[in-house]
């Protein structure tokens, strides 16, 4: 089988709990359509994450990469729809912080996703989870991987596609804060799979 690579983060900053980590252990090993999911969680680290999505696209040879990250506030899921070349914002769990630094010196200012958003956001509405197209990333390590994936792929033909999907908060992780909204662990995985499903379908139906 095809391989698609599902990556969520650890926890950070104020999030005790990340619950990218729970959906791609969820999905970890399940088949979609020819496509088999490999699920991994990064560091939240700039230094580490990077290198970590690296080997594991050299190691997994995914077709597809999807990438997770948790957007604690949003009530929608969020493919987003352009990753750019900075890495700026708050510390990460090392305590490495960036201001207006580039993530790829040789890279392009921006990238576009390649998965098809589109057609998840209203594969995912249809089917009754909220969803909109994101047009920020921002640019903490979410932007950072989101980039370095697209980077990758645009230098590797066997990539067909490859992007970035924001999460909602979990309601245990709601309940923690106190003050955002959140989704079942249910819903957050059951949504994912569909759009992976919708990234499956669009790669077999461009053969």
């Not at 957050?188 to 139906?205: G, Q």
Request: net charge negative.
């Amino acid at each position: 089988m095809e391989k698609l690579l599902l990556t969520g983060f650890e926890p950070f900053l104020s999030n005790p709990i990340n619950p990218t980590m729970e959906v791609v252990q969820a999905l970890n090993g399940k088949s979609i359509g020819q496509f088999e999911i490999v699920g991994h969680v990064l560091s939240v680290d700039f230094a580490k994450a990077p290198e970590q999505f690296l080997a594991l696209v050299e190691d997994v040879k995914p077709t597809i990469i999807v990438s997770l990250g948790l957007a604690a506030g949003i009530t929608k899921i969020s493919p987003e729809r352009v990753a750019l070349n900075v890495k700026d914002g708050e510390k990460d769990n090392a305590g490495n912080a960036f201001e207006d630094a580039p993530i790829k010196e040789d890279g392009d200012v921006a990238y576009l996703s390649t998965l098809p958003i589109r057609k998840i956001v209203n594969r995912l509405n249809s089917a009754g989870y909220p969803t909109a197209i994101s047009n920020s990333a921002g640019t903490y390590l979410c932007n950072n991987i989101m980039y370095e994936g697209l980077y990758y792929a645009a230098k590797n033909e066997a990539i067909r596609a490859a992007g970035f999907i924001h999460i909602p908060a979990s309601f245990e992780l709601a309940i923690d804060h106190g003050r955002i909204p959140g989704w079942s662990m249910r819903d957050l995985t059951a949504a994912i799979e569909l759009a992976l499903d919708v990234c499956a379908e669009n790669i077999e139906l461009a053969r």
